[in-house]
């Protein structure tokens, strides 16, 4: 059989699209820890550092539904561009607020309005994914591709700012972020073929994405995968810690993003006739299921296999709700729909960090664990209880693999 990734691969301008793409989304991993590393370096606190992280990150989630909304409405190409005008402006600003000891303020404010404006290209991808293919029994293959994209990019951006940023000068993985971000943004925004047209008047006036009940749920998903991923990250570093052995945090983190990643290469591959609620719920209680054993892991090494399996459940989970968000919304909101879950992702770890660290704190590393096994059977019961509004209309379900 051909490989399905190779025939959406294929699919007329896909190609430079996904690459312009991939090198405007990488920096979604590196610009956090970049400002970390960079106001450590600086002050000496990596708590201010951690602050101003965060308050970007708040931003990002915050901004996103608009500039979906905004995107749906007057086209990805009339946004995207003044977006990367505000973001070149204000990550020029944060640099200056940090190297030239401004007031403390205004380095919030700028790592704030830089969050908010970082280019959207992960949601915009996948709409145009949706133009190109809707109705295809690729899409499905698609947007599972994106997933491991995303997940591939949460490997390798960490690792390329902190080289960049404790190797060079400690402004060297900010600058590299922001310019890979600009960079991205600008030949992606350029691939005109692919950009779906906009919907003006029935995007502007139409209600928000965010009426629509499945998505809510979807919402609350993507909120407990985010806490998920924000809690293990956490908890997998204190286990390392904690067993002496700090050192191999990277590779149980690898060893989460690879399980997922594998899964999803593997998911986009089927071609389902199981409804993509039913496959939602069961994603979620694997999820849970496999979150479970590390509660109870002493030991660093056999942890490794452990989290990978754990990591299997995750771009299942998400592709799924993705998939349904694009089924659910009107054609109008589906760039706002993907930015709401997007949002839920930022919020879900933003949250699933901080009370991880707070349980390790408080009662140890494995206990940290509970919260992501808690994260997703909440979202698994979620799901199980609203699988009436995650049905998809009969008039959506023109494929088997996309029937809900």
């Given amino acids: 059989m051909a490989n399905p ?32 590393l960079l106001i450590a370096d600086e002050t000496g ?35 995207l561009l003044p977006v990367v005008v505000v973001f070149v402006l204000s990550g020029v600003g944060f640099l200056a607020a940090v190297k030239d000891d401004w007031p403390l303020w205004t380095v919030f404010a700028a790592a704030g309005l ?38 591939f990019a ?36 350029a691939q005109v073929r692919s950009e779906p047209p906009p919907h003006g008047h029935e995007a502007r006036q139409g209600p928000s994405a965010i009426r629509t009940k499945g998505l809510r749920v979807l919402f609350v998903v993507g909120a407990a995968v985010g806490a998920i991923l924000g809690c293990l990250e956490i908890a997998l570093v204190a286990f390392a810690d904690q067993e002496g052995a700090k050192s191999l945090s990277g590779v149980l983190i690898a060893a989460l993003a690879v399980g997922s990643m594998a899964s999803g290469i593997g998911w986009g591959t089927v071609h389902w006739r199981l409804p993509l609620r039913i496959r939602l719920a069961a994603a979620l209680v694997l999820l849970t299921v496999c979150s479970l054993p590390l509660l109870f892991v002493t030991d660093v090494w056999v942890m490794v296999p452990f989290v990978l399996i754990a990591g299997v459940a995750v ?44 349980v390790v704190d408080v009662s140890g590393a494995n206990a940290a664990f509970l919260v992501a096994s808690v994260a997703a059977a909440v979202a698994a019961v979620v799901v199980v209880l609203c699988q009436r509004l995650l049905h998809i209309p009969a008039e959506h379900a023109t494929e088997p693999a996309l029937a809900g």
């Fill in 5 to 36: 990734y190779l025939q959406v691969l294929r699919t007329p301008h896909a190609l430079p699209m996904v690459l312009a793409a991939f090198i405007g989304r990488l920096p979604l991993s590196m610009v956090g820890l970049g400002c970390v």
């Fill in 45 to 79: 606190s990596y708590g201010l550092g951690g602050a101003v992280a965060a308050t970007g990150a708040v931003t990002t989630a915050a901004s996103g539904p608009l500039l979906g909304r905004w995107a749906d409405t007057h086209g990805q190409r009339r946004v």
């Fill in 114 to 151: 830089a969050g908010a404006c970082i280019p959207p290209v992960a949601s915009m991808i996948r709409v145009r994914w949706t133009h190109l293919l809707r109705g295809s029994h690729r899409l499905p293959t698609a947007l599972a591709m994106e997933s491991v994209v995303d997940e």
């Fill in 154 to 189: 949460f490997i390798v951006g960490p690792v390329l700012v902190t080289f960049l940023s404790t190797t060079g000068h400690a402004t060297s993985g900010v600058v590299t972020a922001f310019a890979l971000a600009t960079v991205g943004s600008l030949l992606f925004a």
């Fill in 315 to 358: 771009s299942p989970s998400l592709i799924s709700s993705f998939t349904l968000a694009e089924l659910l919304v009107p054609r109008a909101a589906v760039t706002e729909a993907f930015t709401w879950i997007g949002t839920a992702l930022g919020l879900g770890v933003a949250v699933g960090s901080s009370i991880a660290g707070k």
